[in-house]
T-cell receptor, first 109, second 115 residues
């Protein structure tokens, strides 16, 4: 099985940067995903890392270190609409995706 | 609009009753999944299907059953509902084609309350 840890909550100011860390222990690894979930809605895909390094997509970036079992999601130029839960997920060799409990980010004016 | 349709959106159910949550996708994805989401626990995989005609158990399969008679439909059945099955249930699908992101697409969720 998978053991995926991420902080429960984070608060930041509009326009600032926030980094959400995720550590994982897996019996097999086939990619790490970040999803965004607004309250009462379904999760939506943000990013995917399978090789070490940084993937940048607009204001969002995601980093992976497979040797350390570590990833982070970086949110830049925070906007009020970024207030949501951010879910770290790891895919095993059977293509099953396991999720962390999620990090609730609150953006304040 | 292509995507995943779940029904019902919300349901209140008496303990001991049988309930089937429906899930249909029109993206011709080969893999489908059922997750439950509970506060503080995140999304947990109940059952999955890598292709039509096959199913597998996830992390929390007890009390649930699934079938995959065709590509599009993946119903989840609670044979005899218990209060601990109160949760939000998400159906998801992906097109698993070897390497690549094979991103999961989620339905809007079904909120189930068992009294």
């Amino acid at each position: 099985g998978q053991n995926i840890d991420q902080p429960t909550e984070m608060t930041a100011t509009e326009g600032a940067i926030v980094q959400i860390n995720c550590t994982y222990q897996t019996s097999g690894f086939n990619g790490l995903f970040w999803y965004q979930q607004h309250a009462g809605e379904a999760p939506t895909f943000l990013s995917y890392n399978v090789l070490d390094g940084l993937e940048e997509k607009g204001r969002f970036s995601s980093f992976l270190s497979r040797s350390k079992g570590y990833s982070y999601l970086l949110l830049k130029e925070l906007q009020m609409k970024d207030s949501a839960s951010y879910l770290c997920a790891v895919r095993d060799g059977d293509y099953k995706l396991s999720f962390g409990a999620g990090t609730t980010v609150t953006v304040r004016a | 609009i292509a995507g995943i349709t779940q029904a019902p959106t919300s349901q209140i159910l008496a303990a001991g009753r049988r309930m089937t949550l429906r899930c249909t996708q029109d993206m011709r994805h080969n893999a489908m999944y059922w997750y439950r989401q509970d506060l503080g626990l995140g999304l947990r995989l109940i059952h999955y299907s890598n292709t039509a005609g096959t199913t597998g158990k996830g992390e929390v399969p007890d009390g649930y059953s699934v079938s995959r008679a065709n590509t599009d439909d993946f119903p989840l059945t609670l044979a005899s509902a218990v209060p601990s099955q109160t949760s939000v249930y998400f159906c998801a699908s992906s097109n698993n084609q070897g390497t690549g992101a094979n991103v999961l697409t989620f339905g809007a969720g079904s909120r189930l309350t068992v009294l």
